[in-house]
């Protein structure tokens, strides 16, 4: 166990200083990526050296510090205390330990300093699709494609943008927001919503506001803004870890969120409030990120699946539920899919399939609809009728519909961190019924269905996994 472990700290020194020495492949970058994800220990020295070496370099004015906690002097020199003997190591032994425990400090200290530290006007990212958005800076109106420096403060006076940062992270911004952009990979955020999707070469990403500092350990989140400063962070997949900041000082107080918690934070000195996550204060933001225009009737879009989508699991007999399961996923191998019909052809038609070939990047989604089985009172649950419509940004390629298509693509199409099924039913019926309605607009991109579902303590649930083709 220890020869183990001795060579998995050599490995990491390795790879720490293949890093630190900017020679590290992208396989290297990710590997301490998923490091820094999944090693507690290693979160925490993360964010006390960002904390500490941020102080240096974040702040407008870059004052240094008077006095770090951490290296003072006591006062007065601790009492000998008379010690057991403890067996003697070697000097290979402890200088092991001093590169184990001091290199970690040294270079993620490095990745924080640069993550934050300005670079006076440097294209640091892009404007990507907007949305009915208007964009200014220094007064001027700016253009999709537009770049964006550092050193400047952005508008969003109207609509929904997304922000292509040099780093890879995308960000959704709702207006009104106002933001400052301070480096590839971080950006202060003074008022409005954002919500950022971090990828694992970007892991380290940075939001500042008035009243704490968000620092991504790779995941899907939520940043809020209010204009008094005080501000909201939702975790909705993944970790994050934020820093209590007081007058617009850092205080050291840090909180790990994980996907399901919020945080908010006023900046006033008044203790941190815990929270759930709630994506509806996300709402546009989250639809747009996944490729949604809008949608219509009782459709509710989730961008996390429960854990559990089996039936009598999840969520309410009076909405239909559309999640995201993978947003664009290359297809390994041909795929056959169900033709959703055309309004005009929906009536009375015979299901028709086609081949979506190997290779089409596509988003998949699955629209769920089941609820309590049992009412209130323990009655059986009466008959319900929902209906709507989803405005995709792109066109609908098809779908699943039978229960032994959606068995059959759980694996591939789906997503395996999810039970489709629960202990108490095992496998039940998941596809949509012949009276069920569902149809496609002319030009593909609407999505209409009136669905229903029997009552009296059926135990089924009615779904289709649909592809939809993406931006790329």
Excluded at 30 to 50: I, N, P, T, W
Excluded at 320 to 344: C, G, M, R, S, Y
Excluded at 443 to 456: D, E, F, I, T, Y
């Amino acid at each position: 166990m220890r020869s183990l472990q001795r060579r998995r700290q050599r490995a990491l020194i390795k790879l720490i200083y293949e890093v630190q020495n900017e020679t590290a492949s992208s396989a290297q970058l990710r590997e301490l990526s998923e490091r820094l994800r999944g090693d507690v220990e290693a979160q925490k020295l993360y964010v006390f050296l960002m904390d500490m070496h941020a102080e240096l370099i974040l702040e407008e004015e870059f004052l240094v510090p008077e006095e770090w906690d951490l290296f003072s002097q006591p006062a007065e020199p601790e009492p000998a205390v008379r010690k057991p003997p403890r067996t003697r190591h070697s000097i290979s032994h402890y200088l092991l330990l001093t590169v184990c425990y001091v290199l970690p400090f040294t270079v993620l200290a490095y990745f924080t300093w640069y993550a934050v530290q300005p670079v006076p006007h440097t294209q640091v990212a892009v404007l990507g699709e907007m949305d009915h958005a208007i964009v200014t800076g220094n007064a001027e109106q700016l253009p999709e494609q537009a770049p964006l420096l550092t050193g400047h403060t952005y508008q969003l006076r109207q609509g929904i943008v997304r922000l292509m940062m040099n780093s890879g992270v995308e960000v959704i911004l709702e207006s009104p927001a106002a933001f400052e952009l301070l480096h590839e990979n971080s950006l202060r955020l003074y008022s409005g919503s954002l919500a950022a999707e971090v990828n694992a070469s970007a892991v380290g990403f940075v939001v500042e506001t008035p009243s704490q500092r968000v620092v991504d350990l790779g995941t899907r989140f939520g940043v809020r803004v209010e204009q008094d400063g005080s501000s909201e962070t939702h975790v909705f997949q993944g970790k994050v870890v934020c820093a209590e900041k007081q007058y617009q000082q850092t205080k050291g107080s840090t909180h790990l969120l994980t996907a399901g918690q919020a945080i908010q934070l006023k900046g006033d000195g008044s203790p941190a409030v815990s929270l759930e996550t709630d994506e509806n204060r996300f709402s546009r933001a989250l639809r747009f990120q996944a490729q949604i225009d809008t949608l219509e009737g009782e459709i509710e879009y989730r961008q996390e699946i429960p854990d559990q989508l089996g039936a009598g699991d999840c969520c309410s007999s009076q909405h239909l539920f559309l999640f995201q399961e993978h947003k664009n996923l290359t297809l390994e191998e041909d795929v056959t899919i169900w033709k959703i019909p055309e309004t005009a052809q929906a009536g009375g038609q015979p299901t028709q399939k086609q081949t979506i070939p190997k290779g089409t990047k596509v988003n998949v989604f699955l629209l769920h609809l089941d609820g309590p089985h049992k009412d209130a009172a323990g009655k059986d649950h009466p008959k319900v009728a929902v209906n709507g419509t989803i405005h995709f940004r792109h066109p609908v390629l098809g779908g699943f519909k039978t229960d032994t298509d959606l068995y059959n693509t759980d694996q591939k199409l789906g997503r395996s961190d999810i039970a489709y099924d629960n202990q108490e039913f095992g496998r039940s019926g998941r596809g949509i019924d012949r009276s069920d309605k569902t149809e496609l607009s002319p030009s593909g991109k609407q999505l209409r269905v009136a669905w229903s579902q029997r009552g009296g303590g059926g135990i089924g649930r009615d779904q289709i996994r649909i592809l939809v083709a993406t931006e790329d």
